[in-house]
């Protein structure tokens, strides 16, 4: 069964396509007009091994947050799109990023009830072009669209740029791992319910 998902989603503000394969080779094509948010979308598809096709345009004389916000529901919807019924995979992982003199933990759990849990502090108000607090709101937006229950704790670190790229690649790990098939339960949907 192939896993892919491919979302146009197009507002007054924003005009964002997102096509994916959940069992690719971490290829990637991004371009959201952010340089920053590129290069963390870069991660994010590099780490979990999640091929991507992300091209936005969207209201950034105005500012950035639209764009980023409408980017992280498009990826989150073609994931959940790809999922399909979540049969077979693992669904619960967790991953611990180190990078340089930073520490950040990701913890997932793909059940169809998006939460966020998000305790990162930031000491710089912008990263390149981007206010530090769209982060939240990336990741916010990313878990709903997804139905993702997601926590994301940097534990510690000075260097801004490395606690938000260790937060992107926890994430990315942690998808990998949760988004496997899993041998022993290949057939059925990892939940008592029977169902997400």
Not at 20 to 46: A, C, P, R, V, W
């Amino acid at each position: 069964m192939k896993r892919k998902g491919k979302i146009s989603r197009k507002t007054k503000e924003t005009s964002i396509s997102v096509d994916l394969n959940i069992d690719g080779k971490g290829k990637y094509k991004i371009n959201t007009g952010i340089g920053f948010l590129n290069h963390m979308l870069e991660q994010l598809s590099k780490h979990s091994s999640i091929d991507m096709s992300i091209k936005a345009k969207g209201d950034t004389h105005i500012d950035l947050h639209h764009t980023t916000e409408d980017t992280g529901i498009a990826i989150g919807e073609a994931l959940k799109k790809a999922l399909k019924n979540s049969v077979g995979i693992r669904r619960y992982a967790h991953a611990m990023i180190p990078m340089d003199e930073t520490l950040s933990r990701v913890a997932i759990d793909i059940s169809n009830r998006p939460y966020l849990i998000w305790k990162v502090k930031l000491k710089v108000e912008k990263l390149g072009e981007m206010d530090t607090e769209l982060f939240k709101e990336w990741f916010q937006a990313f878990s709903q669209a997804a139905g993702i229950t997601l926590h994301v704790e940097n534990i510690y670190g000075d260097n801004s740029h490395h606690i938000i790229e260790s937060c992107f690649k926890g994430l990315a790990r942690s998808l990998r791992a949760a988004l496997e098939i899993d041998p022993r339960n290949s057939k059925s949907i990892p939940s008592t319910k029977g169902s997400l």
